[in-house]
């Protein structure tokens, strides 16, 4: 399949994209479209056949369900059912953003079956970035949406990653600047009290809980027991993988330090820029994850694109500096955990 790829923001006739992205959806094509958090493989969420293709070209398990996106509330009220209080804070302090809300599905509300893989719960996003939001207004879709890449490799923050895994595979790349956030949004199951965070996000337990109070929402691994799965079927895939090994490192940078010094494989290594001084002399490859691990947001921004950059190097390991769980890096180490976990 050849794919073709359009720049919306470099274009002279953007009506003239609208419409042809509007009768693409129609015809159930599938569109990689950039959002606020990574970018995400679109198709029209009412499609059947269409929502099919985006398991197929990403070869991601059919029990794995998709989020929907769209653009304006009316458009949620008929899909879904969320008639309560807590949910309506989390929708007016946090869309259009980096939230996803799993709700309770209407019936018969047209989505497609394929999107929830059976269950009666949806989970739905109105993302804030500005091609997406376009997008969706002009064209009137609900999308059906999951990240844009190959299943199993690092979430795609750059057009580049989603040309490199998926060009040849669907019907059109929106090419647009490197995702604002990088990790995938904040997954919030609405469908219990406490809420429970199914996957960690930019938004964090704490943003929660500021608007709707301590105790009103837990995490995942919290009302987790040894027979329950986790809510989100993702997050029990092993995930987010680059080629090589990788090595999250407990004992002291010194020590990392030394084991670094003696490696005769191809190595990667991932720390900070503050450190610079004392890793230049290393004969590994090394790279930035932010200026310190107080820059959160930063290390966020980089880390698929640093570990997809190491891919392209072909390195057969890469270490990572001991970094300490806090508050605000849980969305990160989670992401980290699950690139090393082997299934
Ligand atoms: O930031 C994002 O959320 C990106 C952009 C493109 O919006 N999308 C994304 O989609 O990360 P995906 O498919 O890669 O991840 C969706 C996660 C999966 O872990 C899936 O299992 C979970 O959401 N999920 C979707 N629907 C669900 C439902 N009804 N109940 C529980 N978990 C659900
Ligand atoms: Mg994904």
Redesign the pocket.
């Known amino acids: 399949m050849e794919t073709e790829i359009i720049n919306i923001s470099k274009s002279e006739n953007k009506e003239e994209i609208y419409s042809k992205l509007t009768t693409y959806y129609k015809e159930g094509k599938l569109i990689a ?1 950039p ?8 198709a029209n969420a009412m499609n059947d056949e269409a929502v099919s293709k985006i398991y197929e070209a990403k070869g ?1 398990p059919s029990d ?4 929907v ?1 769209f653009y304006e509330m009316s458009q949620l009220d008929s899909i879904v059912n969320y008639n309560d209080e807590n949910i309506k804070k989390l929708i007016n302090n946090f869309w259009p953003g ?1 939230m ?1 809300l ?1 709700l309770n ?1 209407k019936d018969n509300n047209g989505v497609s079956k394929k ?3 059976g ?1 009666n ?3 739905v ?1 109105m ?1 804030s970035n500005i091609t997406a939001r376009e997008i969706l207004k002009e064209t009137e879709v609900l999308l059906a ?5 190959t299943s199993g490799k690092p ?1 795609p923050t750059k057009f580049e990653h989603v040309y490199h895994d998926l060009n040849g595979k669907i019907d059109v790349i929106i090419e647009d600047e490197q995702s604002d ?1 990088g ?3 904040t ?1 919030i ?1 609405c469908t219990r009290y406490p809420l429970v965070i ?2 960690p ?1 930019e938004i964090t337990k704490e943003d929660i809980e500021g608007v709707l109070g301590e105790g009103s929402v837990k995490y995942n691994e919290e009302i987790l027991t040894k027979n329950t799965t ?6 029990k895939y092993r995930h987010y993988s680059p080629e090589a090994d990788l090595v999250l490192f407990n004992d002291s940078f010194e020590k990392l330090i030394s084991i670094l010094k003696e490696r005769d494989k191809k190595t990667g290594f991932i720390t900070y820029k503050e450190m610079e001084s004392e890793v230049d002399f290393l004969n590994v490859s090394v790279k930035y994850l932010a200026d310190n691990e107080k820059s959160v947001e930063q290390s966020n921004k980089n880390l698929y694109n640093i570990l997809r950059e190491f891919d392209e190097e072909e390195v057969e390991e890469i270490f990572i500096l001991p970094i300490e769980e806090t508050k605000e890096n849980k969305a990160l180490l989670n992401r980290l955990n699950k690139a090393i976990s082997k299934k």
């Open positions: 479209i959002t606020e958090t990574v970018y995400g493989l679109s991601r794995n369900p998709l989020i996106h980096p996803t799993i599905a999107v929830t893989a269950l719960t949806l989970a996003r993302p949406a999951p990240s844009a890449n979430s956030i990790l995938e949004s997954v199951d199914a996957r996000g986790p809510i989100a079927p993702g997050m």
